[in-house]
């Protein structure tokens, strides 16, 4: 594994920057990260990243106005929780110098969520030097589980400059 490092939100492109080595307070590089784009889906959803390293990524997100027209919790709300983590945690994990661009996600949709905070936990898969997969669990407030995605980014090295 190489060096942690602040991630992007985004999964469609990710570069990432160095952090301070040997840094413990990888939130610090998430708020950074956040601080690039005030506009980001992430914030447009709410999603709130509460911990985050190559090893283990959690963040919740409100139900209210991720809904569709019944009121249910949004599939692509889950996927979008779960690709903003499998994006962090592969940026995490690809280190400075590094982009992480998204390949496949999916997921199955275990039951509704109706109102309150979702939260999403991600676990590494398999970490390696040019793929990172993820599987992403989402929960409701009670601990049942909502999703269960699986996202894999392909990791390249950064464009010159970026």
């Known amino acids: ?26 939130m610090a590089g ?3 990260m956040r601080a690039m784009n005030p506009d980001s889906l992430m ?18 997100m ?17 996927v979008v929780l779960a690709e903003t983590l ?9 280190g400075h110098g590094k982009a992480v661009v998204g390949l496949d996600i999916n997921a ?5 969520a109706r109102s309150g905070l979702v939260t999403g936990t991600a676990t590494p898969i398999s970490l390696g030097r040019t793929l990172a997969c993820y599987e992403v669990v989402v929960t409701d407030e009670d601990g049942r589980r909502i999703c269960t995605s699986r996202i ?7 464009a010159p400059g970026a």
């Not at 190489?2 to 307070?25: I, L, N, R, Y």
């Open 1 to 26: 594994m190489t060096d942690t490092t602040d991630a992007p939100d985004s999964a469609s492109d990710a570069t990432t920057q160095p952090a301070p080595a040997g840094s413990p307070d990888l």
């Open 62 to 78: 409100p139900v209210e106005g991720n809904t569709q027209p019944y009121g249910l919790l949004h599939g692509g709300a889950s």
């Open 43 to 60: 914030d447009r959803m709410g999603i709130e990243v509460l911990e985050a390293s190559a090893e283990r990524l959690v963040a919740t």
């Open 152 to 158: 894999t980014c392909l990791i390249r090295d950064a």
């Open 86 to 94: 499998g994006s962090i945690g592969a940026a995490l994990h690809a």
């Open 108 to 112: 199955s949709h275990h039951r509704a």
């Open 30 to 32: 998430v708020a950074a």
